[in-house]
């Protein structure tokens, strides 16, 4: 079973960006589909995107225009570049790779938008 590992959260202020990643363990990351997805206190954990073994994504709206998901199978890693962050993307962030049965999320990574 693939193990998974996000950095690259931090604090930034309303307007800029960041990049998060996802590395992989394993051999078949090629095969997973990958997605990122954010828990903000109180509320479900949502999918913010995601991207298929065949490279094609998705976008949760509130997203759409801003974020970008990409993967690496050399590198067995999966990115979100967010730019023009807004207070409300402030969640902890999660990776997650799917082949069923297999579904699997990292540790997550705290992302704060604040002035």
């Known amino acids: 079973q693939v193990q998974l590992v996000e950095s690259g959260g931090g604090l930034v202020q309303p307007g800029g960006s960041l990049r998060l990643s996802c590395v992989a363990s394993?051999?078949?990351?090629?095969?997973?589909?990958m997605g990122w997805y954010r828990q903000a206190p109180g509320t479900q954990r949502e999918l913010v995107a995601s991207i298929t073994s065949g490279g094609t994504t998705n976008y949760a709206d509130s997203v759409k225009g801003r974020f970008t998901i990409s993967r690496d199978n050399a590198k067995n890693t999966v990115y979100l570049q967010m730019n023009s962050l807004k207070p409300e993307d402030t969640a902890v962030y999660y990776c997650n790779a799917r082949r069923l049965p297999s579904n699997t999320w990292g540790q997550g990574t705290q992302v704060t938008v604040s002035s």
């Open positions: 394993g051999n078949i990351f090629r095969l997973y589909a």
